[in-house]
């Protein structure tokens, strides 16, 4: 820290990214990418087009992806979304800071879970919001009573919830959606293609909410950063101010090209996620025959531990399995001590996965 950094940002705690170790090839659990590449398609699009179209700037307006966005889920949910619905930047983490700033900073109340993505609780301090959390029951479960309640600023819930897995069925989230009509309601739907309930039929009946998407998880896309929001008119125009007060180019020509791809071949994303969803079972199985316990996952990872890691302990347990190149992801945090977030690699990887912490545990 320089002697120039401003007092306000003193005390700012950064998120802390899952590793991405550059030492040797490990079998990467640990920031729930896919384990499968992107299609055909992408492939095709960044071989054949856009480099050649880089010298220029992109469309800062971004129409042709938002067009094929607000398509793809007017057919899927019976929406009317037009472009002026949907939001895009550089990955859906920049859309949440993005919120913050509009709607929850210098003291706006916002509420999000006490187990959660670990931004939620960086954005809050950044933008100085004034944060509580609802707690979350001994199985993990968040209790959405807070969530009813009205007089906040902004309310977020990822559904399903990190590092948990959990998700909360519709009925619950609507519920919430229509608790405070003067509250922005941001459902971070991360990892709702791996067999959650999207709220996004729900748009049409609250301007409210706000429904955030990333093309890292299920479309195989994290390195392109690319990520988007649903929402009322007003509320995406919100965003839109922020983004354009910071950096009107924000989603770059290659990651528009290979959005585009990836909506021109649903089949092939809603294939993988069918996969990563019967390799999540698998492994649930096998983690529990190993003494763990396993918390009902909608996600591409598994939440496991518990009594079962006590010893050696979720930490020395997950230093073992690095050591043996494979990296899952660690929190440290008391109440998640002896807990694991594990992502749902190929078949072949939980295999290795599953044979080492055999070992480790004594168990082989
Ligand atoms: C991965 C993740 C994001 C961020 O996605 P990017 O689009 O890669 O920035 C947002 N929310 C949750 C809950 C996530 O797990």
């Known amino acids: 820290m320089s002697k120039f950094l401003r007092a306000g940002l003193r005390g700012l705690t950064a998120y802390t990214p899952g590793e ?30 856009e480099l050649a179209e880089l010298r220029l700037y992109p469309d800062p307006r971004m ?3 938002k067009k094929a966005l607000a398509a793809a889920f007017n057919r899927d949910f019976g929406l009317a979304l037009g472009v002026e619905n949907v939001f895009l930047s550089n990955g859906s983490d920049d859309i949440l800071n993005f919120a913050f700033a509009a709607f929850a900073a210098e003291g706006g109340r916002v509420l999000y879970p006490e187990i959660s993505y670990g931004f939620y609780e960086v954005y809050a301090e950044y933008h100085k919001a004034a944060a509580a959390t609802a707690p979350l029951d001994p199985d993990f479960r968040i209790d959405t009573a807070p969530f009813l309640e009205k007089g906040y600023a902004l309310k977020i819930l990822a559904n399903p919830n990190a590092p ?3 998700a909360l069925p519709l009925a619950e989230v609507e519920a919430i959606a229509a608790s405070d ?18 709220a996004a039929g729900l748009l049409d009946r609250f301007e409210n909410l706000l429904i955030c998407r990333t093309f890292s998880k299920s479309s195989s896309l994290a390195g392109a950063r690319l990520g988007y929001a649903l929402g009322s008119v007003e509320l995406i125009a919100d965003l839109a101010l922020i983004q354009y007060s910071t950096n009107p180019y924000s989603v770059n020509r290659m990651s528009e090209a290979v959005g585009l791809a990836v909506l021109a071949e649903p089949e092939y994303y809603k294939e993988n996620a069918r996969r990563i969803m019967a390799t999540r079972e698998q492994t649930a199985q096998d983690l529990r025959e190993l003494g ?17 890691l006590a010893d050696p302990g979720g930490k020395a347990v997950y230093e073992a399995l690095k050591e043996r190149g494979v990296l899952v992801r660690y929190f440290g ?18 295999a290795v996965l599953i044979r080492e912490l055999k070992d480790i545990l004594g168990k082989a």
């Open 181 to 198: 009509l003067d509250a922005v309601f941001l459902v971070d739907e991360a990892y709702v293609d791996f067999g959650a309930e999207s």
């Open 164 to 166: 948990t897995g959990i």
């Open 292 to 308: 763990l316990r396993v918390l009902p996952s909608g996600a591409n990872f598994l939440f496991a531990g518990g009594d079962g």
């Open 333 to 350: 945090k008391p109440r998640l001590a002896n807990w694991l977030r594990i992502s749902i690699g190929t078949p072949e990887e939980m």
């Open 20 to 49: 991405q170790p550059q030492d040797k090839k490990y079998i990467k659990l640990n920031t729930n990418e896919s384990p499968y590449p992107p299609g055909p398609q992408v492939l095709a699009a960044i071989r054949e087009g």
């Open 63 to 65: 129409q042709r992806l």
